[in-house]
């Protein structure tokens, strides 16, 4: 069973690979798209229901919101 989010009308999120977080949100909580926005001819944006009930998510692509892939430095102690 999903749980409810009494109160909450829409969630809107960046994603940084709108296609696959289609399908995660299909697959995994239900959902299925509502909405395609484009942009410049590309998909940018969609608008996602869940059939059975519960807030409407908005995912927009923004790959500048992925994980950053940070450099560690080693530190040599000397003894």
Do not use: C, N
Request: glycine share 10%.
């Amino acid at each position: 069973m999903i749980p409810t989010l009494d109160g909450v009308h829409h969630l809107k999120l960046p994603v940084t690979d709108l296609t696959r977080s289609i399908a995660w949100y299909a697959s995994r909580l239900g959902y299925a798209v509502a909405v395609e926005f484009h942009e410049d001819g590309h998909l940018a944006g969609v608008v996602l229901d869940r059939p059975a009930g519960g807030p409407q998510l908005g995912l927009r692509l923004d790959p500048d919101r992925g994980p950053r892939r940070r450099r560690v430095r080693l530190l040599r102690h000397r003894r």
